[in-house]
């Protein structure tokens, strides 16, 4: 029997993005019902999304010997592991779930995952003349190229940039885009160079379909985000034109958060979904504050997807005589916000799109406001403090 308190059921709940008040449901829920697998697999999802590691390893495990059929909770639970670095204990999981690719990649890595050499920190220069920011990065020591930086990315190549590298693939996948299939290569790349940081032993992806770049120029030759930006404190520093990463040492991370408090800097929540979906807090004309995700790869400023009626609530008003093809939705619509905002940085007149079939609400399993990219940001500094699950933002 499901608890339902005052506010609604946990499963209701944890769809609102109330998650800690989801998680006490779940808790009763057990308290009353101690073999229920749901409300273990969903306190385990709850933890990994704050990176709360042995909270997660503990209810996800004991949802998957309740549910040995639950594909969902062996995922987040190698992603658990993949997040410690911990990559060969996520290969049993992803090879039940299916994931037959990502466990021959994770398992052919030789060396320690993601190894770090370098200073304590790494300034580089970020060059916005494309749509989405780049930044300058070698592949095993070759000359620096162009990188995408892009919070949804996991480290990916041109086919051109891994042959040059003389990259092995080590399994297969499949892609899509809105204009083809293709083959998706999965490697390891020895040496990921980034400003005055070396990371060693990093799973890669490469394939023959174009990066996104706009029309008349040529594309980058990679994008990389948050798989790696959650090995660092995370700085993208937009007015500035400046990527900064730290290491997250205490001594760093507490004289960041000195740093950010003397700035007045606003510290909202933050949470990752598989991987390298962040999410934060937003609001759309005083429609929230809701659960957003920070997808600084995306064009636009806003993205608000999944459910027209998110734009109702929120007072938008869709150009619907102007559609478009935006990323794998087939029916986009422009609009422009009086108001937006993500904690105290707010943004006025922002251009977004709002779509039925854009979003990832489904794949998250809770519903989100919209998504928030560099184009919001552009105002502002914003730095991903993986260690406390903070997201930092201020103005310089």
């Given amino acids: 029997m499901a608890f339902a308190g005052p506010s609604g059921t946990p499963d209701e709940l944890f769809k609102a993005g109330r998650f800690k008040e989801a998680d006490r449901g779940y808790e009763q829920v057990l308290e009353g019902d101690p073999d229920n697998a749901h409300a273990y697999a969903q306190r385990g999802y709850i933890a990994l999304l704050s990176n709360g590691f042995a909270d997660a390893e503990r209810f996800l495990t004991r949802a998957v010997d309740l549910a040995p059929g639950d594909s969902a909770s062996k995922e987040r639970l190698a992603d658990c592991f993949v997040r410690q670095d911990q990559l ?4 049993p999981l992803l090879r039940a779930a299916g994931r037959e690719a990502a466990a021959k990649q994770y398992e052919s890595v030789t060396g320690t995952p993601f190894e770090i050499r370098g200073p304590r920190s790494t300034r580089l220069p970020i060059d916005f003349r494309y749509p989405i920011p780049l930044v300058r990065a070698s592949v095993n020591g070759a000359e620096p190229v162009a990188f995408t930086i892009d919070t949804y990315a996991s480290l990916a190549l041109t ?7 003389g990259l092995r693939a080590v399994a297969t996948s499949t892609g899509r885009n809105p204009q083809e299939t293709f083959t998706i290569y999965h490697g390891i790349v020895d040496s990921f160079r980034v400003g005055e940081f070396e990371l060693r032993n990093v799973p890669v992806l490469w394939h023959k379909a174009e990066m996104p770049h706009p029309l008349g120029v040529p594309q980058p030759n990679g994008a ?4 790696v930006f959650y090995h660092f404190l995370t700085t993208i520093d937009f007015p500035n034109n400046a990527l900064v990463l730290r290491r997250k040492t205490k001594a760093q991370l507490r004289e960041f958060r000195s740093e950010a408090e003397r700035a007045g800097a606003d510290r909202l929540p933050l949470w990752l979904v598989n991987t390298h979906f962040p999410c934060t807090l937003g609001s759309l004309n005083g429609y929230g504050p809701k659960v957003a995700s920070v997808d600084l790869g995306a064009e636009g400023a806003i993205q608000v997807g999944t459910r027209p009626e998110v734009a109702e609530r929120a007072g938008l008003r869709p150009d619907h005589d102007r559609p478009a093809v935006f990323a794998t939705a087939e029916a986009t619509y422009p609009f422009v916000a009086p108001k937006a905002g993500v904690g105290n940085a707010v943004a006025r007149d922002v251009y977004g799109w709002v779509s039925e079939n854009f979003g990832f609400d489904e794949r998250f399993g809770f519903e989100t406001i919209g998504n928030f990219s560099q184009e919001f940001f552009k105002e502002f ?4 403090d993986y260690a406390g699950m903070n997201l930092y933002i201020s103005s310089r």
Wanted: aromatic share 10%; no cysteine.
């Fill in 159 to 165: 086919m051109e940039t891994a042959e040059k590298a």
């Fill in 224 to 227: 990389f985000g948050t798989t």
């Fill in 88 to 91: 060969g204990r996520a290969v």
């Fill in 381 to 384: 500094s914003i730095t991903f």
